[in-house]
């Protein structure tokens, strides 16, 4: 096991009605002027945000409001974001919404007191040194950016996806109502299930060694996603089955079960660039790339393969043939995928194989290389985009 | 899955050397004038006194001494940190050792700045308003009281042992070294293990349906136990394994797990009167309580037990009957703890059937229940140490 640090301090509030405390909770952590920032119609035809704004009302907030975030959430956003904030003299970031408004609120809260121009931060050319606090209301299990440090933000000038990390931009806290999230097409509920199960992925898929607690939990996290994501497009008022996707989700990404051993992230690096391109939904990109990464370097590590068909999905251990085991584990992955009505080839994605010189010019991969299970360059991004492509 | 907050916002250090930042940290937590507390002479033996006083002279930082914690922490002892803390003007504590030292520390920690007797919030006279900062170099996996907001003191008078819990006393840092608990006795790593694995049952054996995902947490930290610590016993130099173990020590305590389902603790609190009583180890005590608990309450949820046979223990489903997977699975449990040195009966442990009306006087049962799997009175909690009493 790796040397690690792990904090994660976000204050979950998790369950029914809880996103009527949302004006307790900003009051708590110092909120006094509150951008409310959102996206489309779903969270006002839902009543949600007027809740919301009920519970900032009776602890006397003041708000402003930000609605609009896309799916894939544009670097134009952010920057109208900050003006907002800057004129209203805003303290804190409420998000009502799901992961792209949940990231969009990150890099506003890191834009608004910085001097220079926020894609600073994702571009890699400066660091954050200060923000404001974000806090959440999920309406998704998905990206699990209620509990991390994460943001992906698109920049329109280029369609570049690119992310940020700091300790900075971590929600205060996050609310978290199960109910919110059955008004979902069982399509977005699929792609957030694909996301939390891609988190859970880039971390299992490792070359350290000895890491069985974390092993163990990126297990559990990913068989309970198996065994309550069809009983959720079977039933989407099932509460219960809810509930256990939405803590996977966060548990998935707040990395809990990812520290002190080395992650991989080729996977969805290469997403970030057909969902940049084609403005599909993450989840469904990540459908599509991860069958064909595991397929591309299974060879690199058999044994970990056998052992993902073995524990997670329930294969029996052939130990004659052991390849044939990591192979099956794979198929019934995309066959998961599948069953849940997610695209597993670019062609169902939308996507063309023709595009692929385009998808690696933006990945900029010359001279470097993605991923750290299997280090892949320009060659292996290529094949693996067009082993993508087969059904 | 009932609603729920989750709050777990210690930083975690973890791994080789990482005691020499204990200084750092202090420093980066506001400490400037600090309460070494620990226990006996392994921590200085060891050197690991001196590297971490190093670490607070590098940086400049005041320290007062108090070492003397005992196994099952005495309430003399805090009366004497509370007033070393008010003549030095101490603003930091720090534990340097395992449970035991870092809950006689979480008790100073809230006592200091109290005017009244530490001893009422244990008692539940009180609820503490303000504490000094705790943190922790932890030096075995056992009681995960370095994430916990917990703390189980033994008040001399009358040797009682209650516990108290608050948010202001979970640590604020917990450094965590495995190589620290490479020299621990075999049955200190045992016993700690034994702790680990009763925090989960604690939590597993619940009547809340439908909460998947922290099932599998919870299969996950048993499983890794189970795997890891024979190895340890074999070679108790094994980094890699100690690291498992330690790691899986803290998850089992944060309540990570533990979330949004009734928790029972009657096995916890039957045990403190034994280790109150004779002194054992914690966990000695909770290798001979637990399989004397599973054995009465089986019957109450016998599809519970016969999920923990399977998915713990390996054992092959008795699809005509239940009750002998549920059987088998708790044969398991007591053999486990046999096969690592613990005691499962009165006289292993040196406790003793006649003492059992002194055991129920100081659990104060009387007109009240333990539990909440099943809800034990008077007759119940005497039946179950009769069980006890049982090889």
Redesign the interface.
Known sequence: ??????????????????ENEAGHYVKRFGGTRVLLHYGGGSVIRSGLLDRVKASLEKEGLFWAELGGVQPNPRSGLVYKGIELCRKENIDFILAVGGGSTIDSSKAISIGTPYQGDFWDFYAGKAEAKTSLPVASVLTIAAAGSEGSDGSVITQENGMYKRGYGSELIRPVFAIMN?ELTMTLPPYQTASGCTDIMAHVFERYFTNT??????D??C???L??II??LPKVLENPND???R??IM??GT?AHND?CG??REQDWASHNLEHELSALYDCAHGAGLAVMFPAWMTYVMRHDVNRFAQFAVRVWGCEMNFENPEETAKEGIARTRAFFHSIGMPTSFAELGAKEEDIPKLLETLQIEGRTEGFFMKLGPKECEAIYHLACRE
């Open positions: 096991m790796d040397n690690f640090t792990f904090y994660s301090p976000t204050y979950f509030v998790f369950g029914k009605g809880t199960p060694r000895n890491v069985e607690i974390t163990r939990l297990e559990g996290i068989k309970t065994k309550e509460y219960e089955a509930a256990n803590w996977a548990l809990v520290v002190g």
